[in-house]
């Protein structure tokens, strides 16, 4: 069975027509019938334009936005109909690494009170308990424990990243979204928190999804990809399969687009 299992996800927005528009053609449906499965232990590399809808895809399996229709399980457990301690004990499992490594961080808090802040909303652990495994954390994401009573203004954003992927950790979960990490990082930097993915998967046996327009960091990191256009999954399959020989159009054009991965020539 796998770790997390998708089948027909929609979700639409309001296209912005106005406050009290209600007909379907005032909503444009940002994810449409999606289905996939990520496998325990796997990293699945969601790739697109920007746009597309993968972040809201990634979204809806954590449920942090809900979906017009469909089913999330996680585990064999129904995420969208769980609810209250089934529900944190669920959440404790899926965490989400964001893009913005400059906006994710609340300024008026330490860096301790930031990265313990996920095991205080589940009141899992002593205090004494948090900061030891806050300090844990620090170290398992290359930043030293003297770090945790400084601000996040004080971090380079490479660093900051490192400091939202050790807030990720505490609660030891098996699913991990990660929401286009590296997109506002340099090339150089950026390299380096997608090398301390590889190695924290391994430290903690950590399954990911893993969201990005680039397709060289996803070829890198995932064991198989999936290509969204327009709120619709047009291809998945393995890594070597989608780099080398893709199917669609679509996939191709993207390929084509990325020096570095040439598409095969069939």
């Not at 994810?31 to 895809?57: F, R």
């Not at 942090?64 to 669920?90: I, Y």
């Not at 002593?126 to 424990?145: F, I, P, Y």
């Not at 990911?208 to 680039?214: E, G, M, N, P, R």
Request: net charge neutral; glycine share 8%.
């Amino acid at each position: 069975m796998p770790l997390v299992q998708a089948e027909h996800l929609v979700k639409s927005f309001s296209s912005g027509q106005g406050a009290f528009a209600t007909s379907s053609a005032a909503r444009i449906r940002a994810v449409n019938d999606v289905s996939l499965a990520i496998e325990s232990g796997e990293t699945l590399g969601l790739v697109g334009e920007s746009g597309s809808g993968k972040s809201t895809l990634g979204r809806m399996l954590l449920r942090l936005v809900e979906p017009d229709s469909g089913s999330v399980h996680f585990d064999g457990h129904d995420v969208l109909t769980a609810r209250g301690s089934e529900l944190r004990r669920l959440r404790r499992d899926m965490q989400i690494i964001f893009q913005d490594p400059f906006g994710s961080l609340d300024p008026r808090m330490t860096v301790e009170q930031i990265v313990c802040e996920p095991v205080v909303v589940h009141g899992s652990e002593s205090r004494s308990g948090r900061s030891r495994r806050a300090a844990e954390m620090m170290r398992a994401v290359g930043l030293d424990e003297s770090a945790l009573g400084r601000y996040p203004h004080e971090f380079s954003g490479g660093q900051r990243q490192r400091v939202g992927i050790a807030r990720a950790l505490m609660l030891r979960p098996r699913f991990i979204v990660a929401d286009e990490p590296v997109s506002a990082l340099d090339v150089s930097v950026g390299a380096q928190i997608v090398n301390l993915l590889r190695q924290l998967q391994r430290d903690f046996q950590l399954t990911y999804l893993f969201i990005s327009h680039s397709l060289p960091v996803v070829r890198y990191l995932a064991n198989r990809i999936a290509v969204m256009k327009q709120g619709e999954l047009v291809e998945i399959g393995t890594t070597e399969q989608i780099t080398t020989a893709p199917r669609h159009a679509y996939t191709r054009t993207l390929l084509a687009a990325t020096p570095e991965l040439e598409p095969a020539v069939n």
